[in-house]
């Protein structure tokens, strides 16, 4: 099946400082990619809708500023989260959409970003 | 405005008999309609998916119904095994909203042994 990578799995960091998180397709090509995020024991929540040489689609209430997204290539897509807060801290989990059935996603295993 | 609505948050069921997840949805764009599994602090699992030109669709122990008129869904895991538990969402999408997912809130499946 396809297989959807994130790095790091876990990060610490102190408040004001930026986190890149890295979501990689590792064996298709990913025409679009999404973010999520997951509060506890709440579903998750789309922030941003990536496609490969464009700029990112943001859900409403979601700081494009603060949350910047780069994708680059049709494997690999980033999320930074600049000068990060405690109340950012949270699950990142990004998914990626190919060719074929665009309809189904395969997610990345998340990020837990923790800030200080 | 909930328009994927799981209305269970857990379910708890006895090793090998039935689990049956429901979800309702209020969106008739909706056309494609998915089950992710997903233990905690990992990323969801695709499970199973159905269009709604279908009211069927069957692999393995997992079986997910659609009744378009009812807006309604179901997953059915027969039979039903310890390592099923997880928290199950159901999503759906519509051909127009650029694939995005809506996502109900989740329903935690307990097997017991």
């Known amino acids: 099946g396809a297989v959807v990578s994130q790095h790091p799995s876990w990060v610490i960091c102190k408040s004001g400082t930026s986190v890149k998180i890295e979501c990689r397709s590792l064996?298709?090509?990913?025409?679009?990619m999404f973010w999520y995020r997951q509060f506890p024991k709440q579903s998750l929540m789309l922030m941003a809708t990536?496609?490969?040489?464009?700029?990112?689609?943001?859900e409403q209430g979601v700081e494009k500023d603060k949350f910047l997204i780069n994708h680059a290539s049709l494997t690999l897509s980033t999320l930074t989260v600049t000068s990060a807060h405690p109340e950012d801290s949270s699950f990142y989990i990004c998914?990626?959409?190919?060719?074929?059935?665009?309809?189904?996603?395969?997610f990345g295993p998340g990020t837990r970003l923790t800030v200080l | 405005d909930q328009q994927v609505k799981q209305n269970s948050p857990s379910l708890s069921v006895q090793e090998g008999r039935i689990s049956i997840l429901n979800c309702d949805y209020t969106n008739s764009m909706f056309d494609y309609f998915l089950w992710y599994k997903k233990y905690p602090a990992e990323g969801p699992t695709f499970l199973i998916s159905?269009?709604?030109i279908k009211d069927k669709n069957e692999d393995g122990r997992f079986t997910v119904f659609l009744n378009k008129s009812a807006k309604h869904l179901s997953l059915h895991i027969v039979p039903s095994q310890p390592g099923d538990s997880a928290v199950y969402f159901c999503?759906?999408?519509?051909?127009?909203?650029?694939?995005?997912?809506?996502w109900g809130l989740g329903t935690s499946l307990a097997v017991n042994p």
């Open positions: 998914s990626a959409t190919g060719t074929g059935n665009r309809d189904e996603q395969f």
């Open positions: 159905i269009s709604s």
């Open positions: 064996d298709f090509q990913a025409t679009t």
């Open positions: 990536s496609n490969e040489g464009s700029k990112a689609t943001y």
């Open positions: 999503a759906a999408s519509d051909a127009g909203n650029n694939r995005k997912l809506i």
